[in-house]
Each structure stands twice: as C-alpha cells, then as structure tokens.
C-alpha cells in the first residue's frame, strides 16, 4: 500500500504526534509498504522543505509546509506533492491545536476533502475536545462543544474508511457521536535500545523513581514524598527521584517537594533516545502526572511501560462527565495514598516488549480490509 500520513508539524522530539508518525511510518516501510509523511501546518520551518527522516534507521520522505503561509498556498503545496506521490491512503493524525492554535480549525474539512478526493481516508484521533471532565469551567465545556461539532463534520466530510484511536476514554465517546473508531494502542515515544536490567533484589532496599517528560499540576507528589521519608525511617528504605527529558515549568516545584523531604533527586535533562531507554530499564517504579483514564494516550507512559516499568499515576483523581467507569490501562496502578509500602511490596513489572510492530501490522490490516 501507499500512504501519507498527515500531521501537523513533523520537528523531530519536539511534536509528539509528529514523533508517533514517523516510528509508525519507518515500521511500515520495513514491512514493505510505501509511507511518507506531510506536516500541514508546521511551525518550525519558514520555507516549504522536502526531505527524510529517520526512524529506527529507517529513511521516511517527508513533506513539511510552515504554518506561517497561507491557507490556500499550504493546501496547493500538499496537492502537488500528494498527486505526485499518489497513495491508496491519507492517515490523518488528528489533533485539532495541531491545525490551529485555538484548536478550532476552521475549514479543515473541506480542505481536507479536496486534498483527498478520489482517495481513502483513515483517522488517527489523538485528541478529541477540552472541557471533558467534570469539574471544567463553562468555558472549555463551550469551546470543546464547538471541536465537537468540528470532527462531526469532518468524519461526515471525509467520510473515513477506517478509525483509530488510543484511549478508551476516547473510543466510547466517539460511539456517542455515532461514530466507530477501533481501538489502537499507543507505542513509546521511545524505542527500547537498552536490555540491561539492574537485579530487582538488590534493587528494593533502594528505590529508583524515575519521572519523564512534561510535569502536570496537581499530583500528589507531596503525601508521596512523606511516605517515602517515613519508609526511609521505619524500613531503611532509600528513594532517590530521577527526572528525564523536558519536564516542563513544574519541574522545580515538584523536585523542592521531594527534597523538602530529605530525598534525593537526579535532574537529567533532555537526553539521547538511547540514554533515556537506559533509565527506564533501570528505574524501581515510573510515575505518571497523566489523569488516568487518559494515559494511554501519554507517549512517555508507553515508553516506561514498553521497558518494563511499573507506573504509579498521582494525578490529580479527574473522571470525565457521564462516563461510569473505564478499563484500568496495563501496567499502571493509581496512588492510594497511606499504601506506598504496600505497593512496592507487591510489585510487577509489566512485560518487557516493543509494540511497533504489532500495531504497525494492526493498522495495516485494517487498512487492507477495508480495501476490499
């Protein structure tokens, strides 16, 4: 088959769906399809750029169109290239801030169907619409029912063959919508390169809690922090606190809390793929600062997992309006506060696999199926 997935940016490390795009394209081309990507509406480069990007030494062409043009000269641009390369399928990865800044991207429907005319459509639904919890101000309850508006009429619009999405958060209100999107797991963000793996029993006097990527608000790192610092009096217990990666404007008071404690911390920073994957293969318990019922969707929550990390979520307990209850995703557990303990002293690593491969060969089923 021939496919282009389209996004809206494509800067390495620095988009996260642009990122998904380029492993899953790279694991495609290696099981013999021809994959290339477009970024529509690119804020990292300021002239149109054609060239490859490697994924896992993998070539993808790529075509990125900066944001910074004009609608209509972004939508000629991708028509030329899209009729010189001619796919069987336009893969959108939709994420509605990835096509416009307020989430709100007008038009893109229509501008999507003349893109795509006389060719399939597949959606990849990273996101959906803000103001889904319960407790969201009326503000985001109004702005997400208008995004919601927005993907009806681009699903009636485009009129896609094939569904996806990563969450079954996500899947059940699509079904609400009237619309079926099968459910595709989300891969890490990165790749397992590193197999070495500290002994565990010498590693549960010594605690090696590893946090990666963006920090959220609201977690309960501080009655973590007290029960680490209580375990460390008690048992002897000794915790240290690795963060990796780009942890975001909450990093700093998030490690004070920790250190308040009399914890240690180890700030790594951005870091190499490879050194990363080292980390993750050597941490006790990951964490997660990702509301639960929308981990799944959390590209740094897959890596941990993919390396054979447990995950402890201490986000803050957000449950979104009308939804009773959602399956737990595999490999993480929820923070109760009080049974720190008790949870390190039952814990299994969730099994240490690569999955690229499996969905890159899901999805192409899929689309296989519906070709015929």
Known sequence: MKIVFVCGSLEPGRDGVGDYARRLAAELIHQGHQVAALALHD??????????????????????????????????????WIDEINPDWLSLQYVAFAFQPKGLPWGLSESLARLGQGRRWHIMFHELWVGVFIDAPLKHIMWGWVQKQLIKSMVRTLRPAVMHTQTRLYQLLLGRLGFKADYLPLFANIPVTSTKKLD???????????????????????????????LTKTKGTQFSLTTIGRCGANLEPFVKTWQDEGLSVSILGEQPAEKISEVLRNGTIGLSTTSLV????SGTVAAMVEHGLPVLCIARAWWPRGVPSLE?????????????????????????????????????????????
């Open 43 to 80: 804020t990292y480069v300021e002239a149109e750029l054609l060239s490859t990007q490697q994924a896992e030494q993998v070539q993808v062409p790529v075509f990125r169109i900066p944001a910074s043009h004009s609608k209509t000269a972004r939508f000629a641009a991708a028509q030329r």
């Open 200 to 230: 565990t029993n010498a590693s549960k006097d010594n605690v090696s809690v590893i946090i990666f990527g963006t920090i959220h608000p609201d977690t309960a790192i501080a009655q973590l922090a007290k029960e680490a610092a209580e």
């Open 294 to 297: 929308v981990t799944e969707k």
């Open 328 to 372: 737990q995703p595999v490999g993480i557990a929820e923070y109760q506060p009080g049974a720190l303990g008790a949870y390190l002293s039952n814990i299994e690593s969730p099994q240490f696999t690569s999955t690229v491969p499996e969905i890159a060969r899901v999805m192409a089923q899929a689309l296989t199926t519906a070709t015929k």
